[in-house]
């Protein structure tokens, strides 16, 4: 079986904080709403791809850099992206047999329990919406998941030198 080549940490971490600057950029108010979830999208690949590297620890630690970053009760996206990092880490040997289209189901599976999580937490704190179109960005991400993981692959590969 051939060994998949090592990411180096620094790449690891450098595109996952792209991914936090994308998910925090100034959006319209009407299209929030329609916003990928850069930083669930970036962690999931990375923790498929890179299971031994990307965990747990890198899902809290970007919840409480974007807890911080937009004024979030602190720990209300740690415990989201850590829960992310750990149902990856159930679920990524089946995931990587998968062919893309399976992939992005899970993804929004993935991204829509996630999502259920926030709002749950979100309603705790007295932010309380009754609708469902928050599931409309993991239902986006979902759609750039087979885009993305091939993008980053080849990324993976010409950077590896393989």
């Known amino acids: 079986m051939p060994r998949t080549p090592v990411t180096p940490l620094i790449v690891v971490w450098f595109t996952l904080l ?5 998910q925090v950029m100034p959006l319209a108010d009407e299209w929030q709403v329609f916003r990928p979830e850069w ?6 690949y990375w923790c498929m791809r890179a299971p031994d590297q990307v965990g747990v620890l890198h899902g809290f630690v970007l919840g409480i850099l974007l807890d911080l ?3 979030t009760p602190l720990g209300q996206h740690a415990i989201m992206f850590s829960v992310l990092a750990f149902l990856c880490a159930l679920v990524y040997a089946r995931f990587r047999a998968y062919s893309l289209v399976q992939q ?10 996630v999502q259920l999580i926030d709002q749950w937490l979100r309603t705790l704190v007295g932010d309380f919406s009754i609708h469902l179109a928050f599931l409309t960005s993991s239902l986006i991400s979902a759609v750039l998941w087979p885009w993305l993981a091939t993008m980053f692959a ?3 590969r010409r950077f590896s030198g393989a």
């Open 154 to 156: 080849a990324f993976q």
């Open 18 to 22: 792209i991914a936090l600057c994308l």
């Open 69 to 71: 970053i937009e004024g």
């Open 39 to 44: 930083l669930g999208l970036m962690l999931i």
């Open 104 to 113: 992005a189901l899970l993804v929004l599976v993935l991204l829509g329990l």
